[in-house]
């Protein structure tokens, strides 16, 4: 036979089995809960195979929400600065439960200060106005009073 022609049905590989495809997806990187149960459900998996496959990586350990919490914010935090309320929503946004998320956060962010983290911010918008800069802060996540300390550096300096 040429590698050109479709193989039939008896040659073909048996299906992955959901078990199988969530442990490949978690083996490239950490996944919360929720997102691998969409991924599975996305390619057509049965309910109760998923729910059997991820209860079985959560018994193995491969599966943990609060460790894939913590490289998530880790992982944002090395593309960036962003505040607490912004990684906080994102976390909750991907199915992390609010005790593991502050968990995190506290853990991750205990050696980052947000004034730090919106100092780093705002160098990245030396021109902007202040309305501006404000914004751009509070889109990041951070909160008014540091938004408010930020402002009042620059005027300072200015």
Request: no cysteine.
């Amino acid at each position: 036979m040429s590698w050109s022609r479709r193989r039939d049905a008896s040659q073909r590989p048996p299906e992955i089995d959901a078990y199988e495809r969530a442990l490949s997806l978690v083996a490239r990187r950490e996944h919360f809960w929720r997102e691998l149960e969409i991924k599975l459900r996305q390619r057509g998996y049965a309910e109760e195979s998923i729910g059997e496959a991820l209860d079985r990586l959560v018994e193995r350990g491969a599966l943990d929400d609060a460790r894939a919490a913590r490289a998530f914010v880790r992982e944002r935090l090395r593309r960036g600065a962003f505040g607490r309320r912004r990684l906080e929503a994102e976390l909750r946004q991907r199915g992390v439960d609010g005790a593991q998320a502050t968990a995190a956060l506290d853990e991750v962010l205990e050696d980052s200060p947000e004034i730090d983290r919106a100092r780093a911010a705002a160098a990245r918008r030396p021109s902007a106005e202040t309305a501006a800069l404000a914004r751009y802060l509070e889109r990041r996540g951070f909160a008014a009073a540091t938004i408010a300390s930020i402002l009042a550096e620059r005027r300072a300096k200015a």
